[in-house]
């Protein structure tokens, strides 16, 4: 088993200016805290599966607060979430193109719907991290 401590001060307007020019995408942090995570993983079990869940708690958190872009990391990959609307439009050119110059990502597109409330809304389903939920396109 692999225990993994992450700790790390709150993201400040620094950390982000080394990433945003602020002159060409300006930017005001409106909520910050410090993270402390701690987990424990056994490598026998499949972490892909805990990384997909997360990642759909994650995403679906940010939809239903309406979070405009959003990111974590593990280990070498960043992940950056962003919805599509935002990421279309056209003052969001310059961040888009700083995005994949710099750090050359894989685009995926997923779609999430809504969960209907139907059934037992208890646990993550009453949560915001259980609001919405992917889809395939052809759905």
Sequence with gaps: AISVELEGPPITRDHLEQILDPKRHPFQITNRGNL???GHFDPAK????FFQ????RFTSYMIEKEISLAFYYVGQDVNILMPTDI??????ANLRESIIGMLSPNIKEV???QNNGSGNQRGVKGRDCGAWQPSSKES
Excluded: G, M
């Excluded at 499949?46 to 599966?49: G, L, Q, R, S």
């Design 36 to 38: 402390v995570q701690r």
């Design 46 to 49: 499949d972490k892909d599966c």
């Design 53 to 56: 869940s997360f990642e759909t």
């Design 87 to 92: 990421w279309e439009r056209a003052e969001s």
């Design 111 to 113: 779609y999430y719907l």
